[in-house]
């Protein structure tokens, strides 16, 4: 594994998809763990798709404090939850079994209805019953980067009011409701987890001074502290390391 301080971030180079998902692995519940030492609740926000699959997975079977744990998905898309484009429907068949199925889940779809606003509505209320500040703060934010730039659900040229927690946007073909930039940027720890070469173009305009946000709305993501980026040597061959 190779280390690398670069502008705001730092990044955690692996030679592959399965060292990288271990040490993850390990890194997470090691954060779990020593932030329950000190704070009654962890607050987790989970990003979806197929990368972290293989981390939920593993993080599932280990046997924490998973009842003290709070876990909030970065963003949604309106379909079924019983649907494989739900990013609900893969964490219940990945994180959120075995030992850590005792996690409080905060459920946006609980049937067929994937009205927006109302999505909007249900999280945003979440969100008061289990902060007490504005905005949220999250212990842990797990953020993927698309090939395009986007993180979460906010997609290159999309409209974010910066006064907003959740934004409703649409990409890759559906409408998704996403949280925002004040919202992610205000957690305490912030990580990508990044992998595969389709994604190398995208993590070389993260680090870009020059790189518009417009276009790569992943820059739009700040930090107090280093933004952790752990990738793939795939993911990483064009960056100045």
């Known amino acids: 594994m190779i280390e690398k301080n670069i502008d705001t971030y730092t990044f955690f180079i692996f030679e592959n998809k399965i060292k990288l998902s271990l ?3 390990k890194y997470i519940s090691n954060k779990i763990k020593s932030s329950l030492k000190v704070n009654d609740r962890f607050k987790f926000c989970v990003c979806g ?5 293989n981390i939920y997975e593993k993080l599932s079977n280990l046997e924490l404090s998973w009842e003290d744990v709070d876990i909030f998905l970065g963003d949604e898309r309106c379909v079924d939850p019983l649907s494989n484009e739900s990013n609900t429907y893969m964490l219940k068949n990945s994180l959120l079994k075995n030992y850590a199925s005792k996690a409080y889940f905060c459920e946006v779809f609980k049937n067929k209805d994937f009205n927006d606003d ?12 289990k902060f007490a500040g504005n905005p949220p703060i999250f212990d842990l934010t797990l953020l993927g980067l698309g090939d395009d730039g986007h993180t979460a659900s906010l997609f290159p040229y999309t409209d ?17 409701i996403s949280l925002t930039p004040k919202i992610i940027s205000a957690s305490s ?4 987890l990044v992998t595969g070469e389709s994604k190398n173009l995208a993590l070389k305009r993260l680090i ?16 107090n502290s280093k933004i952790l ?13």
């Open 160 to 176: 974010i009011n910066n006064n907003d927690l959740i934004i409703t946007s649409f990409g890759k073909g559906l409408t998704r």
């Open 49 to 53: 798709g197929s990368s972290p699959r």
């Open 118 to 129: 109302l999505a909007k509505q249900v999280y945003l209320k979440a969100l008061e019953e």
């Open 23 to 25: 040490y993850l692995t």
């Open 208 to 223: 870009d001074a020059n790189e518009p946000p417009e276009r790569t709305p992943a820059k739009l993501i700040k930090s």
């Open 189 to 192: 720890e912030i990580v990508f």
């Open 229 to 241: 980026v752990f990738c793939d040597s795939d993911a990483s061959n064009q960056l100045p390391i």
